[in-house]
């Protein structure tokens, strides 16, 4: 994903699934305020979660899963707490190398009345 990512002020989806891309997540992407699906499941991605993810507060859908390959192994370091994503109804972060405790206040802000489901295999 380019590091400039954040001059697409706009963008409400992002998804490249399946596509083989390596590297990790730009910073620049919790720049994007009004984006709301992030669907990057099923590449070659490596590194941290960066942070900047949390101040994503209109996500609805995010699945980084199956990022483990044979090239690395996927998403590394602690889960994010993800408590200011309101809206969100589904996170799937299965089949990477996330390590550490769950947060107490993992996903503490979102709405009981939306949210289906969350995925940590």
């Known amino acids: 994903l380019p590091s400039k990512i954040n001059v697409l002020s706009n963008l409400k989806v992002l998804s490249v699934d399946s596509n083989k891309i390596t590297g990790s ?26 942070s900047e993810l ?9 699945d980084l899963s199956h990022q483990t390959s044979q090239k690395g192994n996927g998403f590394i370091g602690k889960l994010l707490k993800f408590k200011n994503q309101k809206k969100l109804h589904r996170m799937d972060l299965s089949y990477n190398s996330l390590n550490g405790t769950v947060p107490i206040d993992f996903l503490e802000g ?4 939306y949210f289906e489901s969350v995925d940590l295999r």
């Open 25 to 50: 997540i730009p910073k620049a992407l919790g720049d994007l305020s009004n984006l709301a699906v992030l669907r990057l499941q099923h590449n070659s991605m490596t590194g941290y979660l960066p």
């Open 110 to 113: 979102v709405s009981t009345h």
């Open 54 to 62: 949390e101040k994503l507060e209109n996500l609805i859908t995010v």
